[in-house]
């Protein structure tokens, strides 16, 4: 059997579960379960496929359901079929007819790091940068 994937690449199947800290360089494609803490420069989440956790790329596009923090550098794409539900950061946000977008929404502003290597933990921010 040949091997498809290219080198930095993640597939997690369906009907896997996966549990802990991921960084992957390329993209991660989910169609089973992660729970933890995952980074990647791309992060598909199938129809089948879902995350519970930290979750940070430069692209992200859920078409099952990603839950918890989400830090998209770039683009978020939600599917009509995709559910992203809770703290949520994004550059570019498309949500397609169906898609569900939930929680605490912040768009970055231009320019503004979004914070895509993520700490283990969220702490209390210090500096009181509003609107």
């Known amino acids: ?20 800290t991921i960084k992957v360089p390329g993209v991660a494609t989910v169609d089973g379960k ?3 803490v995952i980074s990647a420069d791309t992060i598909y989440v199938t129809n ?3 995350i519970n956790g930290k979750t940070a790329a ?17 683009t978020l794409v939600v599917e ?4 992203v539900t809770g703290s ?9 007819r169906g898609g569900i977008l939930q929680g605490n929404i ?7 790091p979004t914070g895509y290597v993520m ?6 921010a210090t500096d009181s940068s509003e609107e």
């Open 48 to 50: 089948n496929g879902g």
């Open 1 to 20: 059997m040949a091997d498809t994937n290219s080198p930095g690449t993640l597939m997690v199947g369906e009907g896997v579960f996966m549990k802990g």
């Open 34 to 36: 992660i729970e933890g």
């Open 88 to 96: 949520i950061t994004y550059a570019e946000l498309e949500i397609k």
């Open 80 to 83: 009509s079929v995709g559910k």
């Open 119 to 124: 700490a283990e933990r969220n702490t209390p």
């Open 106 to 112: 912040v768009k970055v502003k231009d320019g503004q």
């Open 58 to 74: 430069n692209h992200v596009r859920v078409g099952g359901i990603l839950t918890d923090t989400t830090v998209a550098n770039k």
